[in-house]
Every structure is written in C-alpha cells, then in structure tokens.
C-alpha cells in the first residue's frame, strides 16, 4: 500500500514534470531566484568588485561539474524520480521534459545555506546566484538544442555533441560545455569504420 502511494506520487510528479507550464514555471521560479540571489549577494558583500566577479566565476565553474554529475550519475541512474523523467527526454526529446518546477529552487536555496554557513555570506549568495544562472542556461541551451537547427559550424558542432548522447547515452553528459566529458574520458570519440 505504501509503496503503491509513493509509485503513484512519483508518476503523478513525472507527468507534471513533462508538461510546457512545468518547464515555464521552473524557468521563472528559478531566474526570480537568481536574481534575488545575486542582488542580496551583492548587498551583503564586503569584499571588492573582483572578489565579486570571483565568486561569480567560481559559481558558473562550480554548475558546470554539477551538471555533468547529475546528467551522469543521477539522470542515468535507478532513482525513479530522475531515471523516469530522463527516459521520457530520451524517447521524446523534442518534450518539455524538465524537473518538477520546485526542486531545483529548493536544492538551490539549501546550497546557498550550506555556502553561507562557510563562507561569507555575500560571497555564497554571489556564488548561488552564478550557479542558479548556470542552472537557466543548461535548461535553455538543452531546449534550443533540441528546437533549433543551427547553420553556423561552430553551433552545430556544440549541438551535435548532445544530440550523440541520445544514441550513445555512456558519453557526452555536458550540454553547455565539454569540459568534464574531456576531463573525465566521457567524451565521444567516433571510432573508424572497419573495412
């Protein structure tokens, strides 16, 4: 019976979770977020301009990992909730599959206490923002990516890059940057065919 109702739970999230006001609701959740982030950030920050931007910097850096992570270990992993949702994107990629819009705002806002308990809380509010901001524009380059056709080499080099993980799904786990798939051999490499 318990098991039953968090099944259901979980499929009733899922299908939220796969609609266009989901995706349009996180998106606007999640920039009102970043944007308080950063404005309180900045207010609260006692250091210079340049340890600003450094905050800022560490935090797009600090997405990028986070992004390879999930998309690698979570995304494609046994855990329902995100093993669910990230199947329905590999049938129907061109689907407003996204995560239930609240979580990633509640994920975020943890992140940004347990920044502040470590550091300066101008610093961790900068750097939760960057992160945040990092979070948008994942979600928007993995729906362009998907939308678009790109004419210009160097775009569809960088689109080309996800669209092969839907057919080799052990590779190319970074959307907006390769970085980790180079740095961790998860990038993919065609193989010559053999005559």
Partial sequence: MK???????????V??????????????VD???????????????????????????LGLFAFSFIEYFFHRWMFHTRIPLFKQGHDMHHERPLGYDSLPFFLPAVVLLALAGLFALIMPTGFALLMAGAITFGYIAYGL???????????RPLLRRWAGAHHVHHY?????????????????????VRQARKL
């Fill in 141 to 151: 380059s993995h729906f362009t990516i998907h939308h678009v056709r790109f004419k």
């Fill in 15 to 28: 299908r939220m979770s796969s609609t266009r006001t989901n995706y349009w609701a996180e998106l606007g």
């Fill in 168 to 188: 080799h799904p052990g590779s190319n786990f970074g959307v907006t940057t390769p970085l980790w798939d180079v740095l961790l051999g998860t990038r993919y």
């Fill in 3 to 13: 098991q039953s109702l968090i099944r259901s739970g979980v499929d009733a999230i």
């Fill in 31 to 57: 920039t009102a977020l970043g944007l308080l982030l950063l404005v309180a950030g900045w207010r609260l920050h006692a250091g210079s301009a340049l340890t600003a931007l450094l905050a800022i910097g």
